[in-house]
């Protein structure tokens, strides 16, 4: 059974950081580019960061870069998503995602960030 499980996420302020965590199982993780998405309150899903299988390459919108680093760890199965300085237009479900042609992508159930004063 595939499952990406998200945790990390929560309630900040405005400059604080979190650091997201993405738990996969039940399919060859070190096979899959990676990817971090986030969907606000009434807006559309973005993409947020890119990871290749091996880790060498990355993509970022540019919102977030210079702030956010995504990373995988292929010997844990896991992907991150270190955010720092963060704002409140970061508010948002963060998903991670499995990259591959349908039926072989795959979602988290997504992990809840909040940045308030």
């Known amino acids: 059974q595939v499952k990406l499980v998200e945790t990390g996420g929560g309630f900040v302020q405005p400059g604080e950081s979190l650091r997201l965590s993405c738990a996969a199982s039940g399919f060859t993780f070190s096979n899959y580019d990676m990817s971090w998405y986030r969907r606000a309150s009434g807006k559309e899903r973005e993409l947020v960061a890119y990871?290749?299988?091996?880790?060498?390459?990355?993509n970022y919108a540019d919102s977030v870069k210079g702030r956010f680093t995504i990373s995988r760890d292929n010997a844990k199965n896991t992907l991150y998503l270190q955010m720092n300085s963060l704002k409140p237009e970061d508010a948002a479900i963060y998903f991670c995602?499995?990259?591959?042609?349908?039926?072989?992508?795959?979602w988290g159930q997504g992990t809840q960030v909040t940045v308030s004063s």
């Open positions: 990871i290749t299988t091996d880790g060498r390459r990355t």
């Open positions: 995602f499995a990259d591959s042609l349908p039926p072989y992508d795959y």
